[in-house]
């Protein structure tokens, strides 16, 4: 149960009094709670203190909120409050957090974060206006053919060109920075923002090697003028009829240093840097070779590296100043440094007010950049990298396997360019659960089929691209990103399925409430049944797991979740029966009060609650968009960003303009 997970929030003190406790909050818990969450009750949770207003953190107010709401306590086997008191508690849980958090203040730690291997790449690449990339990209990037990626268009291709490199063969050849050195490594995720943001120092080794980093790239033998789309007004010398050589130092650096640094740059700083260049040149070092060690210095700086400056303008403030928030709002939907737009707009002022921010975030979300987010965001939420490690039994699933590729990125691919369709043609989000079209490639299809692949007739269209058409679906059993291929196999074992998998996958991805951890003395799921189990049902197998007093809470949780995607094997094909012949039972309850029977009166009972699914939509955006896992301060800004986009259906656009315009977004902490 929640409530017993959970104990440890009670460690949080402060409250609002008594007369502040909604009375019928207070009824509602000492009729349904406190006899087993009293002073003498379960999992050290005295609720008694609650109910009388003595200890109510927004931690617990928060934890009581989400149990009542989501139909988790009281237990199915003790009485049941009527639905209108619940929802009317639930709704004065809400109001209370919603005053709490009003009243106190948010933890503050600076949101101090340097950039991952993927947003350094984007960052000089933008920079410098490269034509070529700075590192072969990792695999789980799809490179773009015949441009299919337009924002400004409004819609995906029926018919998209897509390519990337098949999983277990050697990096594609395209064009790139000769020579290059590694990216500094560190414990920091390769994709995305680090949810974690915990290594935050420079160490000087770690300097070096980025030191070492920059001036490997502006040294490649490809670092010329037909890669390099500043060359001519930075790198090139200047005509000798022109300003005097440091006047027009002064000027290039000031461009570059802003960009770079991501604001106006102060004199001093400014100063330092032409010196730098002057230094070289009185010592007979050409113009080029004096900029590129600039420049290599520059792409080295904390002030380049760090997402946001630790500067003085943190110390008390309640929200980030212009140039902060642009570079937040670049990083979160460009993966990279604003442009000289946005920051044109945080120098006159446009961040400041709801239109001028409104504008730029629809001017972002129409640039080709936006494919960066693509690339980032739907890869975390979904955790589409576990894809890249399964590999499906080859003996009972050889249709995985044609030639020398895997059916991997087929796979992957499929929800990646469902969600750039909803995001391009600003489609609600709960297309996510379902969707009347997804897009299939030919291999893909072929796949899905009861007969699984013929490798004979469907050959690969090249190690490199692959063609993916705009498919209508049929039925709720296809549609969506929770039962297309690469989830239902990324959650299985090379052998089976893993209803405990998948349902924790769902309760994390869908429904950001994940589990805890399983104890750590549960024996794993024999793998080949005996005798006396191999005529049972994985789900009958799977009962002793939910026998334990210390495993029932989380299967309660995660097993209704799993087994309603119990009718696709380990590949994410369509199964009635398991090879022993027994039945698939695909029933469950969601949220404790929804019955359904199959795949489809699932994804209808999750729909019929949408504001739960947008809500934990909403909470993966934000987190991404901060870098950090939220608090019950950010939640109660997600819970108004739902009821506010609520009116157009949920459009994802909506949602991300409602997150950028959040009270969270904006504060430093």
Same mark, same amino acid.
């Given at each position: 149960?929640?409530?017993?997970?959970?104990?440890?929030?009670?460690?949080?003190?402060?409250?609002?009094?008594?007369?502040?406790?909604?009375?019928?909050?207070?009824?509602?818990?000492?009729?349904?709670?406190?006899?087993?969450?009293?002073?003498?009750?379960?999992?050290?949770?005295?609720?008694?203190?609650?109910?009388?207003?003595?200890?109510?953190?927004?931690?617990?107010?928060?934890?009581?909120?989400?149990? %009542?709401?989501?139909?988790?306590?009281?237990?199915?086997?003790?009485?049941?409050?009527?639905?209108?008191?619940?929802?009317?508690?639930?709704?004065?849980?809400?109001?209370?957090?919603?005053?709490?958090?009003?009243?106190?203040?948010?933890?503050?730690?600076?949101?101090?974060?340097?950039?991952?291997?993927?947003?350094?790449?984007?960052?000089?690449?933008?920079?410098?206006?490269?034509?070529?990339?700075?590192?072969?990209?990792?695999?789980?990037?799809?490179?773009?053919?015949?441009?299919?990626?337009?924002?400004?268009?409004?819609?995906?291709?029926?018919?998209?060109?897509?390519?990337?490199?098949?999983?277990?063969?050697?990096?594609?050849?395209?064009?790139?920075?000769?020579?290059?050195?590694?990216?500094?490594?560190?414990?920091?995720?390769?994709?995305?923002?680090?949810?974690?943001?915990?290594?935050?120092?420079?160490?000087?080794?770690?300097?070096?090697?980025?030191?070492?980093?920059?001036?490997? %790239?502006?040294?490649?033998?490809?670092?010329?003028?037909?890669?390099?789309?500043?060359?001519?007004?930075?790198?090139?010398?200047?005509?000798?009829?022109?300003?005097?050589?440091?006047?027009?130092?002064?000027?290039?650096?000031?461009?570059?240093?802003?960009?770079?640094?991501?604001?106006?740059?102060?004199?001093?700083?400014?100063?330092?840097?032409?010196?730098?260049?002057?230094?070289?040149?009185?010592?007979?070092?050409?113009?080029?070779?004096?900029?590129?060690?600039?420049?290599?210095?520059?792409?080295?700086?904390?002030?380049?590296?760090?997402?946001?400056?630790?500067?003085?303008?943190?110390?008390?403030?309640?929200?980030?100043?212009?140039?902060?928030?642009?570079?937040?709002?670049?990083?979160?939907?460009?993966?990279?440094?604003?442009?000289?737009?946005?920051?044109?707009?945080?120098?006159?002022?446009?961040?400041?007010?709801?239109?001028?921010?409104?504008?730029?975030?629809?001017?972002?979300?129409?640039?080709?950049?936006?494919?960066?987010?693509?690339?980032?965001?739907?890869?975390?939420?979904?955790?589409?990298?576990?894809?890249?490690?399964?590999?499906?039994?080859?003996?009972?699933?050889?249709?995985?396997?044609?030639?020398?590729?895997?059916?991997?990125?087929?796979?992957?691919?499929?929800?990646?360019?469902?969600?750039?369709?909803?995001?391009?043609?600003?489609?609600?989000?709960?297309?996510?659960?379902?969707?009347?079209?997804?897009?299939?490639?030919?291999?893909?299809?072929?796949?899905?089929?009861?007969?699984?692949?013929?490798?004979?007739?469907?050959?690969?269209?090249?190690?490199?691209?692959?063609?993916?058409?705009?498919?209508?679906?049929?039925?709720?059993?296809?549609?969506?990103?929770?039962?297309?291929?690469?989830?239902?196999?990324?959650?299985?074992?090379?052998?089976?399925?893993?209803?405990?998998?998948?349902?924790?996958?769902?309760?994390?991805?869908?429904?950001?409430?994940?589990?805890?951890?399983?104890?750590?003395?549960?024996?794993?799921?024999?793998?080949?049944?005996?005798?006396?189990?191999?005529?049972?049902?994985?789900?009958?197998?799977?009962?002793?797991?939910?026998?334990?007093?210390?495993?029932?809470?989380?299967?309660?949780?995660?097993?209704?979740?799993?087994?309603?995607?119990?009718?696709?094997?380990?590949?994410?094909?369509?199964?009635?029966?398991?090879?022993?012949?027994?039945?698939?039972?695909?029933?469950?309850?969601?949220?404790?009060?929804?019955?359904?029977?199959?795949?489809?009166?699932?994804?209808?009972?999750?729909?019929?609650?949408?504001?739960?699914?947008?809500?934990?939509?909403?909470?993966?955006?934000?987190?991404?968009?901060?870098?950090?896992?939220?608090?019950?301060?950010?939640?109660?800004?997600?819970?108004?960003?739902?009821?506010?986009?609520?009116?157009?259906?949920?459009?994802?656009?909506?949602?991300?303009?409602?997150?950028?315009?959040?009270?969270?977004?904006?504060?430093?902490?």
């Amino acid at each position: 149960m929640r409530l017993l997970c959970f104990a440890f929030l009670l460690l949080s003190g402060g409250g609002l009094t008594v007369a502040d406790n909604p009375p019928a909050v207070t009824t509602f818990l000492e009729t349904h709670c406190v006899d087993c969450h009293g002073a003498d009750g379960e999992g050290d949770v005295d609720l008694q203190l609650f109910a009388s207003g003595q200890e109510q953190s927004p931690e617990l107010i928060e934890l009581v909120h989400h149990v %009542i709401e989501r139909h988790e306590m009281p237990p199915e086997e003790m009485e049941q409050p009527p639905k209108e008191a619940r929802r009317m508690v639930a709704s004065e849980l809400y109001n209370l957090l919603a005053a709490k958090t009003r009243q106190t203040q948010a933890p503050r730690k600076q949101s101090l974060r340097r950039m991952n291997r993927f947003q350094y790449h984007n960052a000089v690449t933008d920079l410098f206006n490269l034509r070529c990339a700075v590192f072969g990209l990792p695999e789980r990037v799809a490179r773009v053919y015949a441009n299919y990626f337009d924002p400004a268009k409004g819609r995906l291709p029926d018919i998209v060109a897509v390519g990337n490199r098949p999983l277990g063969k050697s990096q594609l050849i395209e064009p790139r920075l000769a020579g290059v050195a590694p990216f500094p490594q560190d414990l920091r995720a390769e994709h995305g923002f680090d949810t974690q943001a915990d290594h935050l120092s420079l160490s000087p080794l770690l300097m070096e090697s980025f030191l070492s980093l920059g001036q490997s %790239i502006v040294q490649s033998k490809d670092f010329v003028k037909k890669n390099v789309g500043i060359w001519g007004e930075f790198f090139e010398a200047p005509e000798k009829h022109a300003d005097p050589e440091s006047k027009v130092i002064e000027t290039r650096l000031t461009k570059f240093l802003t960009l770079a640094f991501r604001r106006p740059v102060e004199k001093e700083t400014l100063d330092r840097y032409v010196s730098f260049v002057t230094a070289k040149r009185a010592k007979g070092i050409s113009f080029e070779d004096s900029m590129k060690a600039t420049a290599a210095a520059v792409i080295a700086s904390p002030r380049f590296l760090y997402i946001y400056n630790a500067d003085s303008q943190f110390e008390g403030a309640e929200a980030l100043d212009p140039y902060s928030f642009a570079s937040r709002l670049s990083f979160f939907l460009w993966g990279s440094i604003p442009d000289e737009q946005l920051l044109f707009a945080a120098e006159a002022g446009l961040l400041e007010n709801k239109q001028g921010i409104r504008e730029e975030v629809r001017r972002m979300l129409k640039s080709k950049k936006l494919k960066r987010f693509c690339d980032a965001f739907p890869l975390q939420w979904l955790q589409l990298d576990r894809m890249i490690s399964a590999t499906p039994d080859p003996d009972l699933f050889p249709h995985f396997y044609f030639s020398k590729y895997r059916l991997s990125m087929h796979m992957m691919l499929e929800p990646l360019l469902l969600f750039e369709a909803v995001l391009l043609e600003n489609l609600p989000v709960t297309q996510f659960i379902h969707s009347d079209f997804t897009y299939r490639s030919h291999q893909l299809n072929k796949a899905y089929a009861e007969l699984g692949l013929d490798v004979a007739a469907a050959k690969p269209t090249g190690p490199t691209r692959l063609v993916f058409e705009r498919t209508l679906t049929q039925d709720k059993r296809s549609g969506g990103v929770i039962t297309n291929a690469a989830v239902m196999t990324m959650l299985s074992n090379p052998e089976r399925s893993q209803p405990i998998s998948r349902g924790a996958w769902l309760a994390s991805v869908v429904f950001n409430d994940p589990p805890k951890p399983p104890p750590a003395d549960v024996p794993p799921l024999p793998e080949h049944a005996g005798i006396e189990t191999e005529t049972l049902t994985l789900r009958e197998r799977l009962s002793a797991h939910r026998e334990r007093a210390d495993c029932r809470g989380c299967h309660e949780q995660i097993d209704p979740l799993g087994f309603a995607l119990e009718n696709y094997d380990a590949v994410g094909r369509w199964r009635s029966t398991y090879k022993n012949g027994r039945s698939v039972n695909s029933s469950g309850k969601l949220f404790h009060q929804y019955d359904f029977g199959n795949i489809t009166e699932f994804k209808e009972a999750i729909l019929k609650e949408d504001a739960t699914f947008v809500k934990a939509f909403a909470k993966h955006l934000l987190s991404f968009a901060l870098g950090r896992k939220l608090t019950p301060w950010d939640n109660v800004d997600v819970e108004d960003v739902v009821a506010t986009t609520a009116g157009d259906g949920y459009k994802i656009q909506s949602i991300i303009e409602g997150v950028v315009m959040s009270p969270a977004f904006r504060s430093p902490w």
